[in-house]
């Protein structure tokens, strides 16, 4: 133990190089896991629950394309929009061509900023000086950068691949692995640990399932009440803010603010004030959805309290960032269930 303690830098080198190894298929692993979700449904309920052959390959399929369909959606819906955005931008401010210029065209957009723009003393020669020192200085700098920039691009793609291609394995061998799993397990443990492990895991199993439709389900929702409010008022880009707003509030609790930062920026080019009334918007719903839809919806599909729910989102996102706040929720569920 005090060679181990003595060594730990050693140690943590190797177990980096390890978790390096390993990581596609811990990926693949989570990956089958959550498309197992609705794999599973489809499987039983849309296809009946008599086996034929095929069916296992018939449900991964189906529930592929579904996937694949939601995303293409979700694309077809954001990336015009923000396009023609950008492109309104460009129209904007195409012709300004000094500081002057920049300050005029704020002032027309934004009359409220004219007072504090005027006591601002800035140098339009001194900026662009700067601004291209730092580029010159940077140059080199970037080149090497986007050398590894492209070896991490190429790592990722080549380690997504490899866990999509286990994910599918583990989804059409799971009943198989599972009774390999539990040969394993007797092979180990006395019967009594073995009773205790595979309860754990089937409340496991159970717990995140649920999570995953509670805040699939969640977000959906989410996104319905900002189209119909947006609707209602009338107000740009419906359909694009809600759509990120139930893309980012997957994340949860937090998520949706960053939906709310891109779509007030977009509303903000074409009519400032009904951007600020965007963000008034976004708070109440967000209040209605944090304190009643949330804490029902999720809390219950995972049996925890409001109050546990927040706490694991807290913990978990102060741990492990994004990752940490999807996984807490239900970890913490299933603490909470075998304390009880």
Known sequence: MLVFFQKIGVVLVYLTKFWHIIFPFVFGACLAFVVNVPMNQIENKLLGKKPFKGKRILS??????????????????????????????????QNIGSLSDVQAWVIQKFPQTESLIAKVDVSYKSLVSKAMEWVQKSGSQLLN????????????????????AFSVYVLFRKEALAVQGKKVLYALFPERVNERILKVCSLSYKTFSNFIRGQVLEASLLGLMFFITMSIFRMPYAMLCAVLIAITALIPIFGAFIGCAVGAFLILMQNPMQAVWFVVMFLILQQIEGNLIYPKVVG?????????????VIVGGEMFGVVGMLVFIPLTSVCFTIAK
């Open 300 to 312: 219950n599909s995972v049996g925890l309290p409001a109050i546990l729910v927040f706490a694991a």
């Open 60 to 93: 991964w399929f189906i529930t592929f394309i579904l996937i694949l369909a939601v995303i293409a959606g979700a694309m077809f819906i954001i990336v015009p929009q923000i396009v023609e955005t950008a492109k309104h931008i460009a129209a904007n401010v």
């Open 145 to 164: 950068s986007g050398v590894g920039v492209v070896s991490n691009i190429v790592s990722g793609v080549a380690t997504f691949f490899i866990g999509f």
